[in-house]
């Protein structure tokens, strides 16, 4: 997947889970199923994920590179990705301590879906921004899945916020 495409699918996928996460009634906001998150909550683990990857392509590349080194194989396809992130989900795989959410009122979701509007957008342009060769070149630290490329990273937040927009259909669904 070229940058463009990248760039693209990131922004589609976070304006479909704002708008959808914006429908919600506060009730259904609020409504976690046993032992899940709340749709509240959910939004403030996205928010927690995105703000890392988005500070982190920012960084000039010499800091990047110093810090966590460059990439010694090629970049995932999207799907292997996927099918990784998957993998360690069913392996027990969960948020670290940094990104477990707190509880999240519905008087804030409205600054906090704008905040994650706000930050997804600008990641999609940061995307854009780079060559293709240094989303595959440049690393950064996945806690579940360990050392990811850029593009890596970027595919991963893509799917991510995706996930996490179907975990609440799905809890609200089964009620």
């Given amino acids: 997947m070229n940058k463009e495409t990248l760039a693209a699918l990131l922004r589609d996928n976070h304006s479909s889970c704002i708008q959808y996460l914006q429908s919600l009634s506060d009730t259904d906001f609020l409504y976690a199923p046993e032992g899940k998150w709340s749709a509240g909550q959910q939004l403030d683990h996205l928010l927690k994920s995105v703000k890392p ?6 960084l000039p590349k010499f ?16 799907e292997q990705l996927v099918e990784k992130y998957q993998g360690k989900l069913q392996q027990g795989g969960t948020a670290p301590g940094a990104f477990t959410p707190t509880l999240v009122k519905p008087e804030n979701k409205e600054a906090l879906l704008q905040q994650l509007a706000s930050l997804s957008t600008r ?19 996945h806690p579940l899945l ?9 595919y991963f937040t893509a799917y991510h916020v995706q996930h ?7 809890g609200l669904d089964n009620r």
Avoid at 53 to 58: E, F, Q
Avoid at 63 to 78: L, P
């Fill in 123 to 141: 990641l999609a342009k940061k995307t854009e921004t780079h060559t293709e060769d240094a989303l595959d070149k440049y690393i950064l630290p």
């Fill in 63 to 78: 800091i990047v590179q110093w810090r966590f080194g460059i990439a010694n194989r090629s970049s995932k396809t999207y």
């Fill in 53 to 58: 990857v988005h500070m982190a392509m920012g």
């Fill in 146 to 154: 360990g050392k990811l490329t850029f593009r890596e990273m970027l």
């Fill in 164 to 170: 996490h927009q179907s975990l609440v259909k799905r």
